[in-house]
Each structure stands twice: as C-alpha cells, then as structure tokens.
C-alpha cells in the first residue's frame, strides 16, 4: 500500500479523489496546441456553464491558477480606481479581497460580520444609493463555515446596479448554485475543492454585463488579462501552456457530472454533512456558524484545544482542516466533499468518541 492510501481528508482541498479520475492525468501529457485538446477544452466550457447555470452566451476563463490567482484577475479585470466595491466579510477569505482591494487600489468598503454571522437584508440595506459599483463575497466563508443568502444578495445588487461578484470556490457543487437566476454576473471556482480534483485551475465565469466591463477597460497584466482568454477560448485554447494534467481530469469530472447531474453531487454532500453533524450531537462541540453548507462542519471543542484535535486526528492519519490565527485554538473544520463515503464519516466519529472516552475532548 502506498502511503497516500492509509491517509483519509476530511480537508476542503485538496479532497479525496475518484480513481478514474486519477487515472485521467496518470500518463505523460499529450501536447496540448493540437484539434483534439481543443475539443476537451470546448467542452469543458461547456459544462462548465451548464453545472453553474449560466447561459451559453457567457464567457468561461480558464487560469492556471490557484483560487486566489482567479479571486485577483477576477478584479484585475473588473474594477478600477473609479470604482468603489462592498465587500462582505466574515473571516480569512472576506479579508483576502479586502488585501487585493488595497493592493489594487480599489476603493471599497468592509462590510465585518462577528464570527459565525451570516449576512441579513436589514444589514445591507444600510448601503442602498451610496455609489457601490460593485459587490464582493464568497458563496462560503470557508474559513469559519458561513453560508451566505445569495439570492437575496443577488436582488440586492440587482436593485443597486451593482456588479455581483461571487467567489464560490468553497461552495459549489457542495450547494446549488444558479448563477443567472440569482442575478450572479460573475463567479470564480477552484479545481481542488468540490470539483475534486488536483489544485492548479481556476475558472473565471462572466455574463454579458462582466464581459462589457472589461472590453471597455485597459487591464494592467499580460497574464491575466481576461480579453486574450474570452479570445482563445473560442477556439479551445488557453493563451499560455495551462497545467493540461488537471485540465484533463477536470474533463473527465465534468463528463462524469453531466451524467449524474449535479443535483446528485449535491444531495450526496448533504447526506455526509448531515450524517456527521447527527452522530457527533452528544460530544462537547459548539457549531458556532448560523449558516451552514454542505461543504463543511466548523467545530469549536467546548474544553479542548482544537488544534490539539486536529493533532490527535493527523497522527491517526484522518486530515481535518485546523484554523490559523486567532482562531487556532478555537475552531477545525470537518469538509464533506471529495470522494468520501459514511463508513469514511464512521472512521472519523469513532475516532472522537475515543478522545472523548480518554478525556481528551
Ligand atoms: C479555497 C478557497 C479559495 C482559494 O484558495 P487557494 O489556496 O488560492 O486555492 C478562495 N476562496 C475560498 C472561499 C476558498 O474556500
């Protein structure tokens, strides 16, 4: 056995992944300026549309990048000195536009929620005819377990004319996700998480309104520049070489999705998280999020040190995702999505029920 096998991730990425999926990448790359890459990476786009629910006149960029890469071309590519952006901030990803923001020199207002908060009407309602161009949130904040109300946000946005931008790396696929019905103009996913497999893409989608905004701008990067992508992307191609081993396995994953529907993947999620969350009811953990997604349990120990759970697991080899910061001894997040199964769940249960059983929670 190899060592990879005795390891289980409850982590939101990279995730277990299928075997068939492996296997599409495990061979040396083919050369990918040819007919038949093309075709892979025109149906990618394709898919790529219908699982977000998009309709077909809107643009798919391909980035060989991690999420972030896409999170800064994403306002790279959209904003400007001139505009002036709401962010919603509810932890470590909410901050990370806040940096890009400053970065970027896009004017911008935080919106900070307190940990484990969701985002109500009445709050942003305050922001009504202030001159926001634009909004900024992640779908999930992973970093707490905050899923946030993006219909209402949608309608909100729609109301004010404002751009809805939408980082749904750590949701989609866990959760529904209907870009045009919930007024979404652009959204931003990552291979590694739901999407289950390897990290090294992320997928920029933009509607007509995005895509206006950019044709109309000079955009500062060679890189990233969107208008080269949308260009290219037309004929199956990438501007510069993409990372073709995770392109391939996105295409078999995508193939695999059209067939079961993404309905499925959802609900299978559902099932894991909610599972999980029933069988650990009776052990000392506070969920401190009002708002859950399928993609993960945030869970603060009562007594213990959660980083000393996220140890106790690791050298159990079963990888759960510990918190930086100030938030280290606090909180770990169990995730639901990747290749995992109950039994997989039932492993990392009774795992908890012997710490609890050794008075080590
Ligand atoms: C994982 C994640 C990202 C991307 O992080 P990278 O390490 O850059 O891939 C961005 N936003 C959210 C909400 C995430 O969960």
């Known amino acids: 056995m190899t060592e990879k096998e005795l390891e289980l991730l409850f982590t939101v990425g990279p995730v277990e992944m299928e ?6 990448s495990a061979f040396p790359l083919p050369y990918f300026r040819t007919e038949e890459f093309s075709e892979k990476v025109k149906t990618i786009g394709d898919l790529m549309k219908q699982v977000t629910h998009t309709k077909s006149s809107s643009e798919v960029v391909l980035l060989t990048a991690s999420g972030t890469g896409a999170m800064e071309a994403a306002l790279l590519n959209l904003f400007t000195t001139l505009d002036k952006v709401l962010i919603v901030n509810g932890g470590t990803f909410g901050q990370r536009f806040v940096q890009l923001c400053e970065i970027l020199q896009i004017p911008y207002s935080s919106i900070k929620l307190p940990l484990g908060k969701t985002l109500t009407k009445g709050e942003l309602d305050f922001y009504r005819n202030k001159g926001y161009t634009g909004l900024l949130i992640n779908a999930l904040e992973t970093s707490t377990g905050v899923y946030y109300d993006l219909p209402m946000i949608g309608t909100f946005c729609k109301q004010e004319n404002m751009l809805f931008v939408v980082d749904a790396i750590g949701s989609f696929l866990a959760d529904p996700y209907f870009m045009d019905d919930w007024n979404i103009d ?6 590694q998480k739901a999407l289950s497999v390897a990290p090294g893409i992320s997928i920029v989608l933009l509607n007509e309104k995005g895509r206006e ?10 890189y990233f520049n969107f208008k080269n992508y949308f260009l290219d992307m037309k004929e199956g191609q990438t501007p510069f070489t993409p990372a073709i081993g995770v392109l391939l396995q996105l295409h078999q994953r995508l193939e695999k999705i059209r067939e079961i529907g993404v309905p499925a993947i959802n609900s299978r999620t559902r099932v894991l998280a909610e599972h999980f969350r029933e069988r650990i009811k009776s052990l000392p953990f506070k969920i401190l999020s009002e708002s859950l997604s399928n ?19 690791k050298k159990n080899n079963i990888y759960v995702n510990p918190n930086g910061g100030e938030l280290k001894s606090k909180l770990f997040r169990v995730g639901h999505i990747g290749n995992l199964t109950i039994e997989d769940n039932e492993k990392l249960i009774a795992l908890l029920f012997e710490m609890e059983r050794n008075g080590l929670l």
Do not use: C, F, G, W
């Not at 905004?213 to 060679?222: D, G, T």
């Not at 993960?296 to 106790?312: C, G, K, R």
């Open 19 to 24: 075997e068939s999926i492996i296997q599409a």
């Open 186 to 191: 652009v959204t931003i996913i990552s291979s």
């Open 213 to 222: 905004r950019i044709k109309r701008k000079n955009v500062p990067s060679l």
């Open 295 to 313: 993609t993960l349990t945030p869970l603060s120990p009562t007594h213990a040190d959660a980083y000393q759970v996220y140890l106790y697991l």
